[in-house]
């Protein structure tokens, strides 16, 4: 079993919903959580950092995590065919030292 | 520029022959990730550097991986005797000192191809 879960999509929606993508994880000492956007041949680019259990919101995008399911979500309201990428969630236990461990991602895409 | 630079950007190579990848941090960050990607696959740690300190090599695969970094700067991944299954994007991603409010920056990669 992977520590991170995260189901691959393709996620197709058309533009203007709301877009829930979710990861689910087994190691509870996770304490930092991201979500990464990865356009196709690109690099992920950090979209949302939140430390602990709780909501964070930035523009259309919302990251939400529940540390007592192990589970987080990203929202992302007012979709545009922009948004159309992969949508990594990444963790980690501490601040620095080590790296993060990835989910393996989610494929969005916006219809027009 | 001011990105993390990777080169080259699209490698094929053959079976048995070693690869370097290079990689060129943004100026001043202190921290230095190579991860690699396999299709459909997250990111899977490889090395981390920080500072001076002893590189993190727990990540890598097997002992024909290697990556040093001189100068606290530019870092170069080696492969050695590829094998088809280490075909991958090889990417590596430096960050400023302190804790993760740093964001991360990711280069854009270096496809492998090992045919």
């Known amino acids: 079993q992977k520590e991170v879960e995260q189901d691959p999509g393709p996620l197709s929606v058309p533009e203007g919903a709301i877009v829930s993508l979710n990861c689910t994880y087994s190691n509870s000492a996770f304490q930092y959580f991201m979500w990464y956007r990865q356009y196709s041949r690109k690099g992920p680019e950090l979209l949302m950092y939140t430390y602990s259990s709780g909501n964070k919101e930035d523009g259309r995008f919302t990251a939400q995590v529940d540390k007592s399911s192990k589970y987080i979500s990203l929202f992302i309201r007012d979709s545009q065919p922009s948004d159309s990428a992969t949508y990594l969630c990444a963790m980690s236990m501490d601040t620095g030292r080590r790296a993060l461990t990835f989910g393996s991602g989610t494929r969005l895409q916006v219809q027009p | 520029g001011a990105g993390v630079s990777q080169s080259p950007s699209n490698k094929v190579t053959e079976k048995g022959k070693d690869v370097e990848l290079r990689c060129d941090p943004i100026?001043?960050?202190?921290?230095l990730y190579w991860y690699r990607q396999s299709l459909g696959q997250g990111l899977e740690f490889l090395i981390y550097?920080?500072?001076?300190?002893?590189?993190?090599k727990s990540g890598l695969p097997s002992d024909r991986f290697s990556a040093e970094r001189t100068g606290g700067s530019v870092s170069t991944l080696t492969i050695q005797r590829t094998q088809q299954e280490d075909s991958a994007v090889y990417l590596c991603a430096s960050r400023n000192s302190g804790g993760f409010g740093n964001t991360i920056y990711f280069g854009e990669g270096s496809w492998l191809t090992v045919v």
């Open positions: 100026s001043g960050h202190t921290a």
């Open positions: 550097f920080q500072g001076n300190s002893a590189p993190d």
